[in-house]
């Protein structure tokens, strides 16, 4: 699972007909770190990347994101070209420095 901010939607007019009715988001993997004061913070880190959202995650939201074949398993078509889906929207998230 990875955590991510949503920062963009993607429109497509035209697309596999199995895609249709799915909402797309760019979203930017994040990881923790710390500052120098030892304060903990999310990073942006790597390349971003699409995922299909069902659940409604917004504009710079902190979502879960399964990839691979277990981002199909909560779809009702498992058969669909996907490798990214959201899963959660973290409402809040503490970490220990």
Do not use: C, H
């Not at 963009?8 to 035209?14: A, C, K, L, Q």
């Amino acid at each position: 699972m990875i955590l991510a901010r949503v920062i963009g939607n993607v429109w497509s007019t035209r697309k596999e007909e199995s895609l249709r009715g799915l909402k797309f988001l760019v979203v930017q993997p994040v990881t923790l770190s710390y500052q120098e004061d030892g304060t903990p913070r999310l990073q942006e880190f790597g390349n971003s990347l699409v995922a299909a959202d069902q659940i409604g995650a917004g504009e710079d939201e902190i979502v879960m994101v399964a990839s691979g074949s277990s981002a199909r398993q909560g779809l009702a078509n498992n058969n669909i070209p996907i490798d990214a889906t959201i899963v959660g929207i973290i409402d809040k998230e503490t970490f220990e420095a």
